[in-house]
């Protein structure tokens, strides 16, 4: 595949805009969900967007072990990418899967999605750190369906999450490196069982309750 110009649109809070209403309402016989009302097709989009596949990559999960494909989950699965020292935008989107992954566990379909929070900082989100973010985060590993996926060097993360998913992001420069933050847009895709994006959240606030009804039709698609 080749790498999509990154999304530069990034403000000090992480916040790209929605788009606008233009109601294209093509059919696509690759998703469940109807395209959304916006300003452009999705191929004139600097990320993947509804209807087409998610970017191959496969990335290692630290707590596991295991590896994951992205185009052979098999299952509806929802991405977002974070890292772990944020203190603003991030934990709002990894606050949202979590409320969705407690919806799954409550009404027992949790073993019919997968959640997938990418880090763009692979120096410092390591297993120890990943495990501790988890705890903080009430995310129920021994649930099974979520994975921290971690890229295994800051280039992998630079081509992986910004060229592929074209999710762009800036490391500041501190005096002290051991407190470096970054700048970052803010993502969240809903992928069908097929590899497919039916949803691509471009807010920093994505909405659980939207959230859980778009999957519960793709689940039921």
Same mark, same amino acid.
């Given at each position: ?10 403000? &000090? =809070? ?17 998703? $469940? ?5 916006? /300003? !452009?097709?999705? @191929? ?21 072990? #295991? ?9 509806? &699965?929802? !991405? ?6 944020? /203190? ?21 379909? &949790?073993? &019919?999605?997968?959640?997938?929070? $990418? +880090?763009? #900082?692979?120096?410092? /989100?390591? *297993?120890?750190?990943?495990? +501790?973010?988890? =705890?903080?985060?009430? $995310?129920?590993? @021994? ?16 081509? +992986? ?8 992001? %800036?490391?500041?420069?501190? %005096? ?8 970052? =847009? =803010?993502?969240? !895709?809903?992928?069908?069982? /097929?590899? !497919?994006?039916?949803?691509?959240? *471009? ?9 859980? %009804?778009?999957? *519960?039709?793709? *689940?039921?698609?």
């Amino acid at each position: 595949m080749q790498r999509r110009t990154v999304l530069r649109a990034v403000s &000090a =809070a992480g916040v790209v805009g929605t788009a606008g209403c233009l109601g294209l309402g093509d059919s696509n016989p690759h998703v $469940v969900l109807d395209e959304p009302d916006r /300003d !452009y097709a999705s @191929d004139e989009l600097p990320y993947p967007a509804w209807g087409q596949r998610v970017p191959d990559v496969t990335l290692p999960d630290p707590i596991s072990g #295991d590896s994951f494909s992205t185009r052979s989950v098999e299952m509806p &699965a929802v !991405y977002t990418f974070f890292f772990s020292h944020c /203190d603003t935008v991030c934990p709002v989107l990894i606050q949202s899967l979590r409320n969705v992954q407690t919806h799954a566990i409550e009404e027992e379909y &949790a073993d &019919a999605v997968a959640f997938f929070p $990418v +880090t763009f #900082d692979p120096e410092r /989100d390591d *297993r120890e750190r990943l495990e +501790t973010y988890a =705890a903080e985060m009430n $995310v129920a590993l @021994d649930a099974g369906n979520w994975h921290f996926l971690r890229p295994e060097s800051v280039d992998r993360a630079k081509a +992986t999450v910004e060229e592929e998913f074209g999710v762009a992001f %800036e490391k500041t420069r501190p %005096e002290d490196m051991d407190t470096y933050m970054f700048v970052h =847009a =803010a993502m969240t !895709y809903l992928v069908n069982a /097929d590899g !497919y994006v039916e949803r691509a959240y *471009r807010t920093d606030t994505p909405d659980p309750e939207r959230l859980i %009804e778009d999957l *519960r039709v793709v *689940r039921n698609g």
